[in-house]
C-alpha cells in the first residue's frame, strides 16, 4: 500500500500539463492576466450604470436648466437658471423644508429605534435567535410597498385598530390630544404628519437596522470591557466607545432612511395631509403640470441635499473609524 | 494582614460547566502571583472574577477585604491588560491612556499629563498622537498597560498579555513587568499558560487544571515538588513515574517524579554488567541549543532526559543506562 504510494509519487510529474481546449486556456489567461477577468466581470455593470443610470441622471440635470414658457407650456431648450430660481418661491420651499425636516426626524427615529433592537442582535443574538432577528427584519422586505402602506392606513384611520386599542386602554384622551396640535395633528393619524412620520420610519427601519448591526458587530466585546474596567459606567460606555464605533452604520444607515424620505411620493401621497412633498411635487409637474425642467430641478435637490449630508459627515468623522 | 484578592469557595459555572470549582485562594498584597495552567483551565475565569466581568455562582470573592459580588467592573479599583489589548481604535494613544482618568471626571490637561508619564513609564514617551493601528503588538502591549497603570489600581490583572509577541519581546518584556512591577510594589495577578514564564516572573504559582487549583506555592516548589501528575507533567515536563517503578528505588508504592535534567545517560556496558541503573533505548534526540533532549524508551515507559549540548551520545535506537540520584526522586503527594 504506502509502497504503491511511494511508486505513485516517484513516477507523478512535477508539472500537471495544461487541461487544453478553450477552457483551460481561458482559465491559464486568466491566471495570467487578472484584470482581464475584472475587466469582464466589470463592463456589463459599468455600461449599465455609467450609460443607462448616470446618462439619465445628466439629462435630466440638464433638463434643470431649461425652462417653460409660460403660454404655450412648450419647453425652451436654452441655458437659464430661472428653474431654479422657480424653487424659491414660498410654495415650492415650503414643499423643501417640509421634506427635509420630516426626512431628518425619520432618521432620527430610525437611528433611535434601529440602535437597541440592532445592539442586541450584535451583542446577544446566537443561533435560532440570530436568524429570527434577520428573518424578522427582511420579512416585512418581502411584501409589497403598496400593501404595507395600505394596511397602515387601515391601522391609523379613525375607525382602525390603534383608535379601538386606544380607547380600550382609556388612553384616547392622549390620541385626541396630540390630533388637536398643530401641523403634526389631524383628523385621525392617517391624515396627519404623524401617520406620514409612522409610515415612513416603519417602513425605512430595517434599511437602518441592517448597517448599525453590521457595524457593532465589529465592535469587539472585549472593548465594551475594557471600557468598564477603566471606570466608566455603562452610559459614559456607550458615549465613549460604542456610539463613536457605530457611527459609521448609523451614517450609512441615515444615508438610506434619509434619501428614501427625501425621495418617496407614495407613502404623504396615500397617508398624511395634501401638502406635498418633494417626490409629490415631482411627480405633479413632470406630470399634470408637463413642467419637466421644474421637476428635474426639485429632483437635484436631494442630490444636493445628500452631498453635503455626506460632505458634513465625512468633516464630522464618520467613516473614521472604517 | 488582608490579602489582596481572597476567594472563599468561590465557584463559576456555565451550565454544566465548572469552570471555576470551589477555589480558595489569598494572594498577598503587592506580590507577583501567576495563574498558570493549560486552556480551558479556569484560569482566565478567575481573573475575570477578580476584574468583575463575571460573578460567581457560588463562593465569596474579596478585594483588600471588601466584598466584591454584585460590583461591576467599573466600581473596582482593579484594572486589566487584555490579551489582545482591547485598545480603543478611534481614539489615539494618549486619549487611550488617558480614558480611566476621563471617565472620572479628570481635568484633560492634568489626564494627558498623566497620560504622558505612564507612556514614558512603559518607555513609549512621544507616542501619544498615533493611532492603536499605527503600533507593532509590543507597543501596543505596552500602551494596554500604561493605560492601566495611569488609574494607579489596587490589583493589576494581566491575561496571557506577552502570548501574542515573538520570543525576544517576550523576554524583554517579562523582565521590564517584573521589575516594574518591584518598582511600583502594586499586586500583579498573571494569568499565563506558558510554565517557564510563570516560574521566571512570579514570587508564587498557582497550577490551575479542571476548574481547581492543583498546587499553590514558590516557582520552587512547584518546579521541584509537584504534589500531583497533573503538575509534574505540565510545570516542566517531568518525568511521572508509576508507583511499580517508584517502589523498586524509594520502596514506597506512590507516584513519583524526575526531572528531566537530572537523568544521565551512559552507555550500556557489555552485556550481563548489571547493576546500577535503568537500561533503556534511545528514540530520538532533540537538538535544542544549549543543551539536547532525549526521548528514551526504558522498556515501555517513555522518559525523557536533558543533557547538555555537546555531551557525546549514542545514535538513536541503541541501548543505553540511564542512572540518577535517588533524592532526585520526587515522591508525589497523589495516591496510588
Known amino acids: ?322 | 494582614m488582608t490579602s489582596a484578592v481572597s476567594f472563599q469557595k468561590a465557584s463559576r459555572h456555565f451550565g454544566s460547566v465548572r469552570a471555576v470549582d470551589a477555589v480558595d485562594l489569598d494572594i498577598v498584597p503587592g506580590e507577583f502571583f501567576a495563574m498558570l495552567g493549560p486552556s480551558g483551565s479556569g484560569k482566565t475565569t478567575c481573573l475575570r472574577l477578580i476584574a468583575g466581568f463575571e460573578q460567581p455562582t457560588s463562593g465569596s470573592i474579596s478585594i483588600f477585604g471588601e466584598r466584591a459580588e454584585g460590583v461591576p467592573p467599573y466600581r473596582r479599583n482593579v484594572n486589566t491588560v487584555f490579551q489582545d489589548y482591547a485598545l480603543f481604535p478611534h481614539l489615539n494613544v494618549l486619549d487611550n491612556v488617558a480614558y480611566g482618568l476621563m471617565v472620572k471626571g479628570v481635568g484633560k490637561a492634568q489626564r494627558h499629563k498623566a497620560a504622558e508619564e505612564a507612556l514614558s513609564l512603559v518607555r513609549l514617551p512621544g507616542y501619544g498622537a498615533r493611532r492603536p493601528g499605527q503600533l507593532s503588538g509590543g507597543q501596543r502591549q505596552r500602551v494596554a498597560l500604561a493605560r492601566a497603570l495611569v488609574n494607579q489600581p489596587k490589583v493589576l490583572l494581566l491575561d496571557e498579555p506577552l502570548g501574542a509577541l515573538d520570543l525576544k519581546l517576550r523576554e524583554n518584556m517579562q523582565e521590564e513587568l517584573k521589575s516594574l512591577q518591584k518598582a511600583l510594589g502594586i499586586t500583579f495577578v498573571f494569568v499565563t499558560h506558558d510554565q517557564g514564564e510563570a516560574l521566571s516572573m512570579a514570587d508564587r504559582v498557582a497550577v490551575f487544571n479542571d476548574g481547581k487549583i492543583m498546587q499553590v506555592g514558590t516557582p520552587e516548589d512547584i518546579y521541584q515538588q509537584p504534589k500531583t501528575r497533573f503538575v509534574a507533567d505540565f510545570v516542566g515536563s517531568s518525568n511521572v513515574l508509576p508507583p511499580d517503578f517508584v517502589q523498586r528505588y524509594s520502596g514506597q508504592h506512590r507516584w513519583g517524579s524526575l526531572r528531566p535534567e537530572s537523568i544521565r545517560v551512559g552507555r550500556a556496558a557489555s552485556a550481563g554488567t548489571s547493576g546500577e541503573g535503568v537500561s533503556a533505548r534511545l528514540v530520538s534526540t532533540n537538538y535544542l541549543g544549549a543543551t539536547t533532549k532525549l526521548a528514551l524508551d526504558a522498556d515501555g515507559l517513555r522518559l525523557h532526559a536533558i543533557v547538555p549540548a555537546g555531551t557525546a551520545l549514542p545514535g538513536a535506537g541503541e541501548a543505553v543506562v540511564l542512572t540518577f540520584n535517588r533524592e532526585h526522586l520526587h515522591l508525589m503527594d497523589e495516591p496510588a
Open chain 1, 1 to 322: 500500500m504506502s509502497l504503491d504510494a511511494a511508486m505513485m509519487r516517484a513516477t507523478a510529474p512535477a508539472i500537471l500539463p495544461g487541461s487544453g481546449g478553450l477552457r483551460g486556456a481561458l482559465s491559464d489567461l486568466f491566471w495570467r492576466k487578472p484584470k482581464v477577468l475584472l475587466l469582464l466581470m466589470l463592463l456589463p455593470p459599468v455600461l449599465w450604470l455609467g450609460i443607462v443610470y448616470i446618462g439619465s441622471l445628466f439629462a435630466l440635470l440638464a433638463q434643470s436648466f431649461f425652462s417653460i414658457d409660460e403660454f404655450s407650456g412648450l419647453i425652451n431648450r436654452e441655458f437659464t437658471l430661472k428653474t431654479y430660481g422657480d424653487l424659491f418661491q414660498a410654495a415650492n420651499l415650503d414643499i423643501i423644508l417640509r421634506t427635509v425636516t420630516m426626512a431628518a426626524l425619520v432618521t432620527l427615529a430610525s437611528a433611535v429605534i434601529a440602535f437597541p433592537i440592532a445592539y442586541y442582535a450584535a451583542r446577544y443574538a446566537r443561533g435560532r435567535w440570530k436568524a429570527l432577528f434577520y428573518l424578522g427584519i427582511m420579512l416585512p422586505l418581502w411584501s409589497s410597498y403598496l400593501v404595507k402602506i395600505y394596511a397602515w392606513k387601515l391601522i391609523l384611520a379613525k375607525e382602525g385598530i390603534l383608535t379601538w386599542l386606544l380607547a380600550k386602554l382609556h388612553l384616547l384622551w392622549v390620541l385626541d390630544a396630540w390630533l388637536s396640535l398643530p401641523i403634526v395633528g389631524g383628523n385621525s393619524l392617517s391624515v396627519s404628519f404623524t401617520g406620514t412620520f409612522i409610515v415612513f420610519v416603519y417602513v425605512w427601519l430595517p434599511f437602518m437596522i441592517l448597517p448599525v448591526q453590521a457595524a457593532l458587530e465589529r465592535v469587539p466585546g472585549n472593548l465594551v470591557e475594557a471600557s468598564s474596567d477603566l471606570g466608566a459606567s455603562p452610559g459614559q460606555t456607550f458615549r465613549n466607545v460604542l456610539f463613536p464605533l457605530a457611527l459609521p452604520g448609523i451614517v450609512a444607515g441615515s444615508i438610506f432612511t434619509f434619501s428614501l424620505t427625501l425621495g418617496d411620493y407614495i407613502i404623504p401621497q396615500i397617508i398624511g395631509t395634501s401638502r406635498l412633498f418633494i417626490g409629490q411635487a415631482v411627480y405633479s409637474q413632470q406630470g399634470t403640470a408637463g413642467n419637466i425642467p421644474l421637476a428635474a430641478a426639485f429632483t437635484v435637490v436631494p442630490v444636493v441635499i445628500m452631498g453635503f449630508y455626506l460632505w458634513g459627515a465625512k468633516r464630522m468623522g464618520a467613516f473614521d473609524a472604517l
